[in-house]
């Protein structure tokens, strides 16, 4: 089939190689601008997707926008059959969604309705979903709205990451596209509408969620740090100089006690229910390192209170 990709990130890369790998002619990649780099912002680096699509000898178009009848006739130029879209950054109007032959397909992480929006992946973490899932979506004007092709289902481990189950996702979502887009060739691909019930929004995250919170239940902040992780990471301030100290994961544990409060000697902390114990910390501008690597350097008794 004659296909246009558009995505931008890490996670978009496993189906833009799947498709061209099943034989797929990508007629051209629509990806974010290059962004900013280096420490004064001067170097411009090229999107994930960017890279790759170089890689196979796509050609890459950059615009800071869909909207008006160039983009769509730009498009439309390129008389592909369908658009694969996979967290591109842009939105697409009207025009350019029905500028395709057969209509664009999206590759959305969640189960939806759940978790429409920005951040499904992370959301699905942070409320303690024990299952998710990836979803190729027929696209149309709404957020995340269109009717549903094929989905498959993951389960979440208890101590999951919103990093693994990312790096997880994008895997099954990219052979699912493929799947999706085999189906389609053969006009066998039919779409289900999505639910009215069930429907909840993956709001983009917030700088202030990532403070963690020791008062919250145990359950809730492991959920937090887990679905923050890595990026942007749930923090604590720590030492004399206040400075931000990320966990990267922890795991539930027995004890209680006022919350923040050190219960031993091994990272177990009390919360407002409960207590977590962290698993794995990052310093600013250090490494990731597992409790114990972080106890040599940084005395956390028992007793002590974290802000």
Not at 87 to 106: D, F
Not at 255 to 273: K, N
Request: charged share 20%; aromatic share 4%; with cysteine.
């Amino acid at each position: 089939m004659r296909i246009i990709f558009m995505g931008t990130p890490d996670f978009a890369v496993p189906t833009l190689s799947e498709i061209v790998g099943r034989g797929h002619e990508v007629v051209a990649v629509f990806t974010r601008a290059p962004a900013p780099s280096g420490r004064r912002g001067l170097d411009l680096t090229p999107s994930p997707v960017h890279t790759v699509a170089e890689r196979f000898g796509i050609p890459v178009f950059t615009p800071k926008s869909l909207k008006g009848e160039e983009a769509a006739s730009q498009v439309r130029a390129l008389d592909a059959q369908v658009a694969v879209v996979v967290a591109y950054g842009l939105i697409l109007p009207p025009a350019v969604l029905e500028a395709p032959e057969l209509g664009c397909l999206n590759l959305h992480g969640s189960l939806l309705p759940r978790w429409r929006g920005a951040a499904p992946i992370q959301r699905a973490i942070m409320a303690g979903d024990a299952e998710t899932g990836v979803a190729v979506m027929q696209m149309e004007a709404g957020l995340d709205t269109g009717p549903v092709g094929l989905l498959e289902r993951i389960t979440i481990a208890p101590d999951m990451t919103a990093g693994e189950l990312h790096d997880r996702m994008s895997l099954i979502g990219a052979d699912l596209m493929g799947r999706a887009l085999a189906a389609l060739e053969r006009g066998g691909l039919h779409f289900t509408p999505q639910s009215d019930d069930g429907i909840a929004y993956a709001a983009k995250i917030e700088k202030a969620e990532a403070r963690i919170d020791w008062s919250r239940p145990a359950r809730q902040v492991h959920n937090i740090i887990r679905g923050l992780s890595p990026f942007p990471g749930a923090w604590f301030p720590f030492g004399a100089d206040q400075g931000r100290v990320k966990v990267l994961r922890s795991t539930l544990a027995t004890g209680s006690g006022a919350p923040g409060t050190a219960l031993d000697d091994g990272l177990t902390i009390a919360c407002g229910e409960g207590a977590v114990r962290l698993v794995e910390l990052q310093k600013a501008g250090k490494q990731p390192m597992g409790a114990a690597t972080f106890l040599n350097g940084n005395d956390v008794p028992a007793g002590t209170l974290l802000a």
